[in-house]
Each structure stands twice: as C-alpha cells, then as structure tokens.
C-alpha cells in the first residue's frame, strides 16, 4: 500500500511555509527601489490594491487547485483538463520553478559568499574605495561565484530532502520568525544613523505625481513575483494542506507577512543608503555593492557595530533566498516523487544536477561567457526575463482559468469556505470567484501587453 502524502502541521506552519516561499530577494532589493522610485507610499497604496483585488484571487485560485487535486503539480492540472493540453500545462508548471531555481540559485550563492565575506570582517577592515565595485569584479570571477551558486543548491537541498514535514516545515518554523528579528534588528541600526530621516521621506512620502503607467505596471509584476504566483509552488504546498484549514486565512497571511517584511526591508536598507549620501540603485548593485560600501564607510568609526550590521544583513538575504529556493525545488521533487516514482533523495539528486548545470550557465554569464547573447540580453538576464514575462503569466492565466472557469462552482466553494463552515468566507465567496474568473485574467492579459509592447 502506498504511504499516506505529508501534511503540513497547522495553520502556522502553512503560513510560514507559503511566507517563505514569498519573502525573498523580491522583498529584499526590488521592493523598496520600486517604492522610492514610485511616490512611496503612492506605490504601496496602487501595490496593496493589486494584491487584493488580483494577487490574493490568483493564490487562492492556485491554492484551491493544489488541496482538491492532493496531487502534484501535473496531475492537479490534468485531473481538471484531461488529456495532452492539461498535461502541458502541468508540466509547464513543473519546469518554470526549476527554471527560475536554476538563476535565483546564483543570487543566493553570492548572498552565501557576501554572509562568509560580512563573517570574515572583509569589509570592515577594507578601505571603502576597495569595497566599491568589488561586486562586479566577483561576479566575474571565472570560478568562486559558480563554487558558491553549487554550495547555494547544496543548501537547498539539504532541506528539502528531508520532506515536507521534517524539512521544508520545520526549516520554515523557524527562520521566518528569525528573518523578522533581523530585518527589525537592521532597520534600527538603519533608522539611527545620522541622515537617515531623507530615505524614511523617499519611502513614505505619498507623492502622486512619480505615478505614472509604469508605476501600475510595476506594482502588478512585483506582487506576482513576491507571492510566488504561476509557478506550481502554491499548488505544490496546497496540496500538502489539510482538509479543515482555511486557505482564506493562509492566503491573506502570506500576503500580509510578505507586505510588512517588504516594508520593514525597506527601513533596513534606504535610510542607511542616504545617510551614506548615495541615491539608491536598482536591483543587486543596491544590496551587494552599495551596501558593502556603507558598511566599510561606517566601519572607520564604529567597526563593531558595522561588522555586526553586515553579518546580520547577509545572514537575512541568505535565509530569505533559501526559504524561497526550498520552495521552488519542492515543486519538481514532488512531481518526481509521485509521477516517476524516484525516491525523494534521487529525485533532489537529479534536480540538484539540472539546476547545477543552467545555474552554472546563467553565473558565467557575467564572467566567460559574457558574451553569449540570447535576444539580446546576458543568459542570466535572458532566464529572468522569460520566467517572469513569460512563464509565470501563462501559469497565472492557466491557474485562474482553471479555478474559475473549470472547476465545479461547487468544489471552489468546498475550498474555499471549508464546505460552508467558514461564514466569513461564505460570505465574500462570491466576490472572490468573480476575480477569479473575469478581473484576474484581465489583469493578467495586461501585465503580459504591458511586456511585449
Ligand atoms: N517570491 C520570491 C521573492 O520575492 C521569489 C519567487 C518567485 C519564489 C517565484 C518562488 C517563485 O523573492
């Protein structure tokens, strides 16, 4: 006889199992430069609007998926449109999360080498002018970045392989709770630095006129890419859900941990990026470049201080990448596990192996093979474009068509409301199906215009 799937053990740890997939490097860096770029407290009014009305629709949409089907990724599609097209569509979702795995990977490999590096106290006891532009001599570098992206994986791994249960939950548990001191810890030190009041205005001011098109477009790819949206993960997790939680809940508290870490992320970095008299840059030179050179800066006066700092910043970058990697490996691991049959240990063996080789490929690209070019973009570049224009809006689509206009009214509703036991969402059932199937989709199809025009 086959033995019972794996549960996740209760309401918290289903939220700290989808926080951890959500609370990520997305948090880390793109959200507070989006912020500050976007009228403040503008862009997190327009973000939280999206993640209401379109965001939170689609993760239940994918969460009531995963717990009806109790299946993997590729039979939970199939069992809802049977034959080749719902076994594409499956499959598809089983491949985008290793696909994105496979460069997230390399960022949590650098945030691995940056943790070693805050440890060693290499940035305080270098000279600022050394710490710039360090960062883009060790991306280059032939051989330690790929060394660190396998280490990375290696990690990865090491937690899934365990199960669900005993891996992914209980990691969860606790380095949720832990990513929550740190940033709070870093936003103080940020906070009292002299200066810092400029960067809590660039992140607060509501400034209407910085709105403009993009803003809205902005908002709407960040909340996809920090909830984990149309990439098998929520249905993947769902499916390990138990019968008699209230998916509502979990999905409303994924949300709103993802937010507030989001926010306090950005009272880490900002204030200390203007008391350093820098104006904030985009995406990774932000955390790995700029930062290191504050660090150093700060670390003439006060070196204690500082090297704390530092080793607590990459502590939290490093557990905030892994908790979303674990994630994002599982997806394939249970496909392996249930569809093939491999045991679990063989089947991470396997992806470990996979995602090796493409993330090998995608870290070389800002050093050896700098110069392969894919639609005119670097590998790496290339990976994250196609994953989040391409793969995650088909699998958003595909999940909220499925959920909407699919799946019995009557099996969304058995999901959503725990079969009527919930009044509160009894009660709002109607508006969410009515996102699901008409507003979602149409949000969608915008996001994936957006891109292409
Ligand atoms: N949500 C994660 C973040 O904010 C990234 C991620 C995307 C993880 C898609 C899994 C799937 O960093």
């Given amino acids: 006889m086959k033995a019972p799937r794996e549960k996740f053990g209760g309401r918290m740890a289903v939220i700290m199992a989808f926080a951890g997939s959500a609370i990520g490097l997305g948090n880390i860096w793109r959200f507070p430069y989006l912020v500050g770029e976007n009228g403040g407290a503008a862009f997190i009014l327009i973000y939280v609007a999206f993640t209401l009305v379109l965001s939170l629709p689609i993760f239940l949409a994918e969460s009531a998926i995963g717990r009806s089907s109790q299946a993997n990724c590729r039979a939970a599609v199939e069992f809802l449109v049977p034959g080749k097209a719902g076994r594409l569509f ?28 805050s440890i060693k106290l290499d940035f305080i006891r270098a000279a600022p002018s050394e710490v710039a532009g360090s960062f883009g001599r060790f991306i280059a570098h032939p051989w330690v970045p790929v060394v660190f992206h396998l280490a990375f994986l290696a990690v990865t791994v090491g937690v899934v392989v365990s199960g669900v ?32 009041g400029k960067g809590v205005e660039y992140l607060v001011k509501p400034d209407f006129s910085k709105v403009t098109a993009h803003t809205f477009i902005d908002a709407l790819g960040q909340s996809f890419f920090s909830l984990s949206l149309g990439t098998g993960i929520i249905i993947t997790y769902s499916s390990y859900v138990k019968k008699n939680e209230n998916l509502l809940v979990a999905g409303a508290g994924t949300a709103l941990s993802d937010l507030f870490f989001a926010v306090l992320a950005g009272f880490a970095i900002i204030p200390a990026v203007f008391s350093a008299g820098i104006e904030p840059g985009t995406g990774p030179t932000l955390i790995f470049d700029t930062l290191p050179y504050i660090f150093s800066h700060l670390g003439q006066s006060a070196p204690v ?10 502590a939290a970058i490093f557990l905030a990448a892994l908790t979303s990697s674990i994630s994002l490996l599982e997806v394939g691991v249970t496909y392996l596990t249930e569809d093939k049959g491999m045991k679990r240990g063989w089947a991470c063996a396997l992806l470990f192996v996979i995602c090796s080789v493409m993330g090998t490929l995608c870290s070389l690209s800002f050093g050896p093979l700098s110069q392969v070019k894919l639609l005119g973009n670097n590998i790496f570049d290339f990976a994250d474009s196609a994953a989040s224009n391409v793969f995650m809006v088909t699998g958003s689509l595909i999940s909220v068509i499925l959920a909407g206009w699919v799946m019995p009214r009557s099996v969304l509703f058995r999901e959503l409301t725990g ?7 009894v009660r709002v059932f109607p508006v969410v199906r009515f996102l699901v ?8 199809l915008v996001l994936v215009l957006s891109s292409v025009l």
């Fill in 90 to 117: 499956g499959l598809l979702m089983v491949i985008t999360p290793l696909w994105i795995l496979s460069y997230y990977s390399v960022v949590g490999g650098w945030s691995l080498d940056y943790l070693v590096q």
């Fill in 419 to 425: 079969g009527g036991v919930f009044s509160a969402n």
């Fill in 305 to 314: 201080l500082s090297a704390v700092a530092a080793i607590l910043f990459f």
């Fill in 437 to 444: 199937r008409y507003v979602a989709p149409i949000g969608i």
């Fill in 165 to 196: 249960k005993g891996g992914i939950e209980r990691f969860c548990k606790w380095s949720i709770p832990t990513l929550f001191v740190l940033i709070v810890l870093i936003a103080a030190y940020s906070l009292s630095l002299p200066g810092a």
